[in-house]
């Protein structure tokens, strides 16, 4: 196999890096794009503006000043609760800034992905992101994506005021993940189905590689509505991958209702099961639980390994919970102060 068609595989982007921001942007018969670096300058500076000017920058103060995240944090520690009130706090300050994005499920799964992010699991290079010896993680349910920028700006992959810049044309914060223009993201997501098949293929590719790194990935109960997914479980299987773990938002809730009224899923479990995977069920708010359950996905030989995570939708905000309606609406400033006050009582 060709060097291009192994680094494919892995996830590794071409061209040659050595900045933390150095992903190559896609250049076309025009202009090339600004490099990735300037990208992000200018997002710094443009988010800093925005927070000057907003008339209550207070809202958009960091909850997690001064815990050292680049040691694994033990998941059931009140540090650890800290970490996950400033991640929500941050998406639902930038879901406002930007006056649209997916609260609901960012707000579900910020337990289960500050627990695999900050809880040891993850190894990773924050500056040194296209590292060839990381884990990867690919959001496939790619809208909740404002979790996983929270979690990247706090982990180091760039500064947190970029965030402020969610969704604005040129920010290298887009509405889904972009693998070129995000430092820490591992595929393009965000049309349901493809990124598990992506993840897949890496998991496949880092083996071929002799490369001992993990895949992590995001997926939610809509989105295993998508035939793409079973082909994915059953080549999973067929070929033994056993360093790929997917985390599954098992909200009950997708875009238009609640998942048994659009299309009932009945026992995720059991038709993982039957595809031949590993299957473990945890409450999606019990980080402790979710922590011994990566740790048990790890051990797991000869097989991919699925974690159905339970959730609420809107998780710690009473309107948002179990709500369909907060799948994609952002808050607005009244909304958002009133989430902040109820995050940070509790
Ligand atoms: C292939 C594809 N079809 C449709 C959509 C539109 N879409 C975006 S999110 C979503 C619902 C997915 O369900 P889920 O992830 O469970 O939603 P949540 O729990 O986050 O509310 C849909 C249908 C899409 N992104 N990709
Ligand atoms: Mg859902």
Redesign the pocket.
Known sequence: MSTFAKNQMAGQTTGTHNSPFGHVAPSGSQAPAPHLDDRVAQAVKDGAAVVAASPKPERYADRAVGIDVNAPIDPSSETMARICTALKTDILAALNLSASG?P??SLGMTDVFATLWFGGHMSVRPHEPDWNGRDRFILS?G??CPVLYAILARRGFFPRDVLWTLRQLGSPLQGHPDFHFTPGVDACT????NGASVALGQALGLKLQGIDARVYVGS????VQ?GQIWEMASAATHHGVDNLTVML?R?G???DGFTKDVMDQGDLGQKFAAFGWHVQDVDGHDRGAIHTALKTAKAIKGRPQMIICHTV?GKGVSFMENKPGW?GVAPDDDQLDEAIAELESA
Do not use: R, T, W
Request: no cysteine; hydrophobic share 25%.
């Open positions: 997916h609901g499920g349910n809208h909740i965000g049309s349901l189905g939610s109960d809509g989105e998508e938002d909200n809730i997708q875009i939708l799948h």
